[in-house]
Each structure stands twice: as structure tokens, then as C-alpha cells.
């Protein structure tokens, strides 16, 4: 005797994929649902849809999206009318209500590193339940505590919990949990007739793996064209992973970040210290070096590489090929860098989605990452996503959570140059002009030797 089993899915086979209205494609997501939400700060966001959601009223929601909005726009709405209950999220520095409502109590959050963010949900739609990470070893990430939901008075009402540890090949990894939607809300450039989909540059970020991580994915696109109108191998997201695609109404685009029209030009005495690190920075690039720059003054030394060498810079988002920023005629909403300014690419660059992004940081095919740094300890700790009276310090050990644990190898400040050993702890290596190592002593937190190759700190 033959047999043959089935396995039938739960997710949505409903006849025609497309729908006349945004409102009509959400209109069933109900009270409680579990939501994933494409986009990149403002950039690749799901406008059309998050509005219908205000119209719908829906509420109690756990919104799992690399950002939250702005105030005003994005996920910033449904914050406004209380319509979320938890933001699973990586970085949410830039809405004001979304702080209002975590220090108050009235929003639990979940915080969580974007590279494993991106993994998450990644696994969650391989159907792969867990993965183990070394990001977050050694930090409140690993070791449980961090707030989740605040009391009205201040205490920890909701706190996160410990992951479990493993060992590999001598490193310590901790378990991260795949993530999944009941419904996954994303932004596409144009799907075809037969329900596959494109995106366009930097749009593409977190959209395309959500796409694939909710029983029922909703994509809002700007076309939809004929069967053929792009080539099979271009397709990005193919329509197994679509349930309902509907045209937006309309896109406003906005861009989060305005950047810089021309580079400034140093001024105040703290313009000049600034400048310093940068000039000192960008000795750290070399010819054919694969770079990944965190914002602000690592991003600012990008502008001084030498002519004579080529670095391919890499903008977590999903780009490999980072250019300089754009004329007022090149600007473009749907290219940005990690600090959501737009940008420009060199030719030879390329796009992708922002698991692919942290696959290439995770999997050590970078040559060079360079953050700032709020805290560093004499071992490599480093401690940047809290903000004591705005003050850098190089310490015995950090006196706040944890970013990284032994992640750092060389730090730069205004007034010298350190080489970090995670074993032996920190060593000299340069010293700004006019300075000692007795005047380094003075203004850091814990001991140093002194190379027996000191010498004065370079500038490019």
C-alpha cells in the first residue's frame, strides 16, 4: 500500500493577492496582533499602510520594527494614539513620545542589537526556531535585567531575561530566539501581476526579510506592472512570500536626516578637537580595506581617505560601495546611510537587505569597523549607548551596561592613541603635541604602559 502525507500551512491562500485600498489589506489584523513593519528609520517604511491602521483603530499591538518613527510620522502615529503596547526594536533615539511613554510606563520595549534584529527574523522565516550569536555576550543582553516595562514610580516592572551560553571553538555565544509575525507590514518598489516584487536601493533593508516571517505578509508598492516586466533574476522577494499587495495612495518620503551641503569648516575650539580624532581616524584606512563606519566622527573621516588608496565602505542598511554625500540634484529618499542622511554610491556598488548587511559584518568579512565610543575600559569593553553628562572616558572598567565585551583593538581621542590587548590591557602609542604620558595619566581612568616607540599623533 502507497500513502502520501501532507503538511498543509496556515498562511493565507486567498485567490487574488491584490487589493483596491490599504485600508481593505489591514482591515482584518486584529486587537493583540503581533506586527512586523519594514523600513529604515524613514526610509522603506510602510506609510500607506500604518496610516490605514489609524483609520482601522486597532490596538494592543507588539510592533517589531528597527525604528519607531518620529513624532509625526511612521510608526510615530500609532505611538501618538497609544495604539502599541511593545516595540521589539534596535534604535529608537529619535522619537520623543516613543521616550515619554517607555520612561512612564505606558510601553514595554524590548531592545535588541539591529545585526540579531535582522537574524530574528531572518530565522523566524527559514523556520528555524534558534541560532546562537556571540553579539551581546557579556552585556545586559546575555545576562537579563535590561527594562522592558517601566512602574508609574520608576521601578522595573518588566525586566528582560538571561540567554542561555554556549561555548564554540574557544567563544562564548548566547541563544537568541527566531522572530515571526502574525502579519508583516512592508514597502516594495513594484510587484508584477503574478505577486513577486522588487525593491529600490537602500528601501529594501528590513522589508525583505519580513516578508518572509508572517503567516499573512502585506506589501504596499508605488507600481504594479505586466508579467515580464522585470527578469526572473531580478525579482528580490518571489510570490510565495506575498499574500496581499495593494498601490499606495500616495508617498510623501520624507527624509528623516538633511545632509550636508558642503564639509565644515572648523570654528569653535570643540570644531577643532573634533576635527583631530577625525584626521587621526582616517590614517586607520587602508588600500582594498572593506570599512564599516558608525556615525559621526567615523562617518566625517571617510571625507579625508587618501586619493591614492581605494576603501570600500559598507552602510549597515544595505549598502557596499558608500559614496560621498549628494548635490541638491542628486538627492534621493530612497538612499541613505545608517545615519539616515542621503548619500550617493560609487560605481561597482551594491545593495541588499539588512540580514544579508550584518552576514557580512557577523561572518568577519570586514576588515574594519569604527563606532564612537561613550566608554571604554583598559580590556576592550565598550560602553556607547547611554550618555553620563556627555563626557568620553577610558576606564578600569565601565561603569555603564555593556554595548560590546572585548570588541575594541585601537581607541583615539583628542589627546593620544591607545592599542588595546584584551588580555594585558592598554598601551600608548601616540600623544598629541605638547603633551606627556603624565598629562595622559591625569585624564584617564586607569593605567596604560607606554610604547618604547611613543610618538607624536599623526594627522592625515
Not at 520612561?103 to 520595549?109: I, K
Not at 534621493?332 to 544579508?356: H, M, Q, W
Not at 598629562?439 to 607624536?456: A, M, N, W, Y
Request: with cysteine; proline share 4%; charged share 25%.
Amino acid at each position: 500500500m502507497r500513502t502520501c502525507g501532507c503538511y498543509f500551512s496556515t498562511s493565507s491562500h486567498r485567490r487574488s493577492k491584490f487589493y483596491s485600498s490599504a485600508t481593505e489589506a489591514v482591515k482584518d489584523i486584529p486587537d493583540g496582533a503581533t506586527i512586523l513593519v519594514g523600513g529604515f528609520g524613514l526610509c522603506g517604511i510602510p506609510e500607506n499602510l500604518i496610516n490605514s491602521l489609524l483609520k482601522t483603530g486597532v490596538k494592543e499591538l507588539t510592533a517589531v520594527s528597527n525604528n519607531a518613527g518620529v513624532d509625526d510620522f511612521g510608526l510615530g502615529l500609532l505611538l501618538k494614539t497609544k495604539q502599541i503596547k511593545r516595540m521589539i526594536s534596535s534604535y529608537v533615539g529619535e522619537n520623543m513620545e516613543f521616550e515619554r511613554q517607555y520612561l512612564s510606563g505606558e510601553l514595554e520595549v524590548e531592545l535588541t542589537p539591529q545585526g540579531t534584529l535582522a537574524e530574528r527574523i531572518r530565522a523566524g522565516g527559514a523556520g528555524i526556531p534558534a541560532f546562537f550569536t556571540a553579539t551581546g555576550y557579556g552585556t545586559l543582553i546575555q545576562e537579563g535585567g535590561a527594562p522592558i516595562r517601566y512602574s508609574s514610580d520608576g521601578s522595573v516592572a518588566i525586566a528582560s531575561h538571561a540567554r542561555e551560553v554556549r561555548e564554540f571553538r574557544g567563544r562564548h555565544f548566547i541563544m537568541e530566539t527566531a522572530i515571526t509575525g502574525d502579519y508583516a507590514l512592508a514597502k516594495a518598489w513594484k510587484a508584477d501581476r503574478a505577486g513577486n516584487v522588487i525593491f529600490r536601493k537602500t528601501a529594501r533593508n528590513f522589508n525583505q526579510p519580513m516578508c518572509k516571517a508572517a503567516r499573512v505578509t502585506i506589501v504596499e508598492v508605488e507600481e504594479i506592472v505586466d508579467v515580464g516586466t522585470f527578469t526572473e533574476e531580478d525579482i528580490h522577494i518571489p510570490s510565495i512570500y506575498v499574500h496581499r499587495i495593494v498601490k499606495g495612495d500616495q508617498y510623501e518620503k520624507r527624509i528623516e536626516t538633511a545632509s550636508p551641503t558642503e564639509k565644515p569648516k572648523p570654528g569653535k575650539e570643540s570644531d577643532l578637537v573634533r576635527e583631530r580624532i577625525i584626521r587621526r581616524a582616517a590614517l586607520e584606512f587602508e588600500d582594498g580595506m572593506y570599512a564599516n563606519l558608525g556615525i559621526g566622527i567615523p562617518m566625517l573621516a571617510s571625507n579625508y581617505i587618501k586619493p591614492d588608496i581605494s576603501v570600500h565602505l559598507q552602510s549597515e542598511n544595505g549598502i557596499l560601495g558608500l559614496g560621498p554625500y549628494p548635490a541638491e540634484h542628486e538627492v534621493d529618499a530612497d538612499l541613505i546611510n545608517a545615519g539616515k542622511e542621503t548619500v550617493t554610491v560609487r560605481p561597482g556598488a551594491a545593495y541588499f537587505s539588512s540580514d544579508e548587511s550584518f552576514a557580512m559584518i557577523r561572518g568577519g568579512h570586514i576588515n574594519l569597523t569604527m563606532l564612537g565610543a561613550l566608554q571604554v575600559s583598559k580590556f576592550g569593553d565598550l560602553a556607547n549607548w547611554m550618555i553620563p553628562g556627555g563626557k568620553h572616558k577610558i576606564l578600569e572598567t565601565c561603569a555603564l551596561p555593556l554595548t560590546g565585551k572585548q570588541c575594541v583593538d585601537r581607541i583615539i581621542t583628542e589627546k593620544a592613541v591607545f592599542d588595546v590587548d584584551k588580555n594585558k590591557g592598554l598601551t600608548l602609542i601616540e600623544v598629541w603635541e605638547g603633551l606627556t604620558p603624565d598629562d595622559i595619566r591625569k585624564c584617564t581612568g586607569t593605567d596604560f604602559e607606554v610604547s618604547p616607540h611613543l610618538q607624536p599623533m599623526q594627522q592625515i
